[in-house]
């Protein structure tokens, strides 16, 4: 509705238009239909009070006959400027020319008249929906097709412009009698004419999708992982609904399930319906995808859900089997504290779903089942370490929503014999002696030394470590060692001095026991001859005493050392006869001074040569020497640095006895 300024010209008046001044009565002014006009005036002589002015309409001819148009009377008196008053166009006028007069009421005055004002008919805007269903009473077409708004067409000889409105506001270019209309929304449509224009009501058109939204009914051995899917394990059926609820103005829904678990010639999915599925509900037990399609009743719209996708797992079924050792005939669950056992599980599936616990029993039927920290490959290896006792073991088996418990498998362990060895595990035995050892155990065989003995006593006279095994129930076996030694009775004698004058004597002393008893290999006078130390008169040029020792475990030992008497006879050739004979070897390796050279003393004559310690003790002897004597004894062994005598004799007369130094390291 638009609001125009008119003026009326007269006495009482100035006259203006649109708000625009003007003395010209003649001018032509328009309106439409529903439109105010505003009359502005001025009121050059008082009237009186209580006066009302009205403004009067002509008919189309230009008569007036008391049509009165003016909103209200204007209550107005005395003189005045600047007075307006309202006038609302009938809608039912005709489109015509018209006149309009200004009426006073006291006293009654007319003023002039405003002549040739045009008044336009609106047009025609109504406005016609296509391809749209009647949701609730409003204009609804499905999502993702197009309602069309048609105008009204203009009477016949004339002609309209369109500008179609969206929420109010113009849609740009959309300006033809007909709107394609793909959105939800508000529309309208303003429609002008040569005089007039006019806009329609709102039209609200509303798009609508059924909704398809598929959820799975929960419940036993069924886990969502999403809201688009589930787990579970086979043998388990889900049920697979439409959640949805008829909106306002739809009366039903029709469904249809499908599958895209065909593909066509290019490999690509292809979604097909399931034949006899069209409830909202489907159960489902099978691995896979469903769809569900769900069209509206009225309006047939249709929606098809996302995917919806079903994971089911197979039992990880499998059993446990009893490992062998490369060294076994055949397997055993009867161990030995010591032994172990490998547990497997057979049709395994490592680095998958597949989770593996393993879990103990203990006391064994006790069905006290607790997890093994840790143990979670698909084999264990069993002994004491996890239970020193006999216990059930068995595996705990997860494939994502499956579980599976494998049989049990009892290990038993059987203990060790006893084995205590008797008089004890460490004896001591004189050289040459045995000793009886007796064994105390609940085995049932025994072997000493990998079996060189059996029995459960034996008589041993050899040093050394004796392994003896003790084998009990299911061949298990306590192992024990026993060492045999030789009491350590070492005898000494030795000789001070050890070559004397005839007719003197020596003193003999000995070490290594706790009772002494001296003997010779010639006729000779003893001061103590059971004391550890005695005075002795030799008979011979040469003798040799002997020291039998015996020691607190009665255990004995014998010792030598030879006593030489000087000889007076002058066939007797003695050392410094020579001169200087050499009396220093150094057998280093080196040629110089290696082995002691008596060639010219023995002069080609076969000479016997015999060397002895300092306390007498011989050490080397040569029947013939060969002058080669390098600082060893008879066995080949190094003497120690030292001092040593040797006899050089021939045929049985002493040639030369003297002393010689071995320096090994010079």
């Given at each position: 509705m638009r609001k125009f300024l008119l003026s009326f010209a007269s006495l009482l008046f100035a006259a203006s238009s649109f708000g625009q001044s003007t003395a010209n009565a003649s001018l032509s002014l328009q309106a439409c239909q529903g439109d105010t006009i505003?009359?502005?005036?001025?009121i050059a002589s008082p009237y009186n009070v209580g006066n009302t002015f009205s403004v009067e309409m002509s008919n189309s001819s230009g008569a007036f006959a008391g049509n009165f148009v003016s909103v209200s009377p204007l209550l107005a008196y005395g003189v005045s400027t600047s007075?307006?008053?309202?006038?609302?166009?009938?809608?039912?006028?005709?489109?015509?020319?018209?006149?309009?007069?200004?009426?006073?009421?006291?006293?009654?005055?007319?003023?002039?008249?405003?002549?040739?004002?045009?008044?336009?008919?609106?047009?025609?805007?109504?406005?016609?929906?296509?391809?749209?269903?009647?949701?609730?009473?409003?204009?609804?077409?499905?999502?993702?097709?197009?309602?069309?708004?048609?105008a009204n067409a203009p009477p016949a000889g004339q002609s309209y412009t369109y500008q179609w409105l969206q929420g109010g506001a113009p849609m740009m270019g959309e300006t033809d009698d007909s709107l394609l209309v793909i959105a939800s929304d508000v529309y309208a449509i303003e429609v002008s004419s040569n005089?007039?224009?006019?806009?329609?009501?709102?039209?609200?058109?509303?798009?609508?999708?059924?909704?398809?939204?598929?959820?799975?009914?929960?419940?036993?051995?069924?886990?969502?992982?999403?809201?688009?899917?589930?787990?579970?394990?086979?043998?388990?059926?889900?049920?697979?609904e439409h959640f949805g609820f008829p909106s306002p103005g739809i009366t039903g829904y029709k469904y249809q399930w499908l599958k895209d678990d065909s593909v066509n010639i290019f490999g690509q999915p292809v979604m097909y319906p399931l034949l006899g599925d069209t409830l909202p509900t489907i159960d489902v037990d099978t691995t896979g995808t469903w769809y569900l399609m769900v069209t509206s009743d009225p309006g047939g719209c249709t929606d098809t859900s996302d995917v919806f996708h079903v994971f089911v797992d197979t039992i990880p079924s499998t059993t446990v089997d009893v490992g062998m050792w490369s060294y076994q005939n055949f397997p055993s669950t009867t161990l030995c504290l010591t032994d172990s056992v490998m547990l497997m599980a057979q049709d395994t599936v490592l680095y998958s779903t597949w989770e593996y616990q393993w879990q103990v029993a203990y006391p064994s039927g006790s069905g006290n089942w607790q997890n093994l920290p840790n143990d979670t490959m698909p084999w264990l290896l069993v002994d004491t370490s996890i239970v020193a006792d006999t216990a059930d073991y068995r595996l705990s088996i997860v494939n994502e929503s499956c579980s599976f418990i494998t049989n049990e498998t009892t290990i038993e362990f059987v203990n060790f014999p006893t084995l205590a060895i008797m008089p004890g595990d460490s004896l001591g035995i004189c050289v040459y002696d045995s000793v009886l050892v007796s064994l105390v155990s609940n085995g049932l065989s025994f072997a000493w030394n990998g079996g060189l003995w059996v029995g459960k006593q034996n008589f041993l006279s050899s040093p050394g470590q004796y392994i003896i095994a003790a084998s009990g129930i299911n061949g298990c076996k306590t192992y024990d060692t026993l060492d045999i030694y030789n009491y350590a009775v070492v005898a000494t004698a030795t000789a001070s001095p050890q070559i004397i004058s005839p007719g003197d004597n020596t003193t003999l002393s000995a070490t290594g026991g706790t009772s002494f008893y001296w003997f010779a290999d010639a006729p000779s006078t003893f001061s103590n001859q059971h004391g550890a130390s005695t005075l002795a008169l030799p008979t011979a040029d040469t003798t040799t005493y002997y020291i039998q020792v015996e020691d607190i475990n009665g255990c004995t030992d014998t010792a030598s050392v030879q006593v030489f008497v000087k000889e007076q006879d002058s066939t007797v050739i003695y050392a410094n006869t020579y001169g200087n004979i050499q009396n220093v070897i150094t057998p280093n390796g080196d040629g110089l001074n290696d082995?002691?050279?008596?060639?010219?003393?023995?002069?080609?004559?076969?000479?016997?040569?015999?060397?002895?310690?300092?306390?007498?003790?011989?050490v080397y002897n040569q029947e013939v020497y060969n002058n080669a004597w390098g600082?060893?004894?008879?066995?080949?062994?190094?003497?120690?640095?030292?001092?040593?005598?040797?006899?050089?004799?021939?045929?049985?007369?002493?040639?030369?006895?003297?002393?010689?130094?071995?320096?090994?390291?010079?």
């Open positions: 505003v009359f502005s005036f001025d007075n307006d008053i309202d006038v609302l166009v009938p809608d039912n006028t005709t489109q015509g020319v018209y006149s309009f007069r200004l009426v006073s009421s006291n006293p009654v005055r007319i003023s002039d008249t405003i002549s040739n004002v045009i008044i336009g008919a609106n047009p025609n805007t109504g406005i016609e929906a296509y391809n749209w269903f009647d949701k609730n009473g409003v204009i609804t077409f499905c999502e993702g097709d197009t309602a069309i708004l048609v005089l007039c224009d006019a806009t329609s009501n709102d039209t609200i058109a509303n798009t609508y999708s059924p909704g398809a939204e598929v959820f799975a009914n929960g419940g036993a051995g069924i886990n969502y992982i999403g809201i688009d899917s589930i787990q579970m394990c086979e043998g388990t059926i889900a049920t697979l082995v002691l050279d008596l060639s010219g003393i023995t002069n080609g004559d076969p000479c016997e040569f015999t060397v002895y310690t300092r306390w007498g003790t011989p600082g060893t004894t008879d066995g080949g062994a190094k003497l120690e640095d030292g001092t040593y005598y040797f006899v050089l004799t021939h045929n049985n007369e002493i040639r030369v006895k003297s002393a010689v130094t071995v320096l090994n390291n010079i």
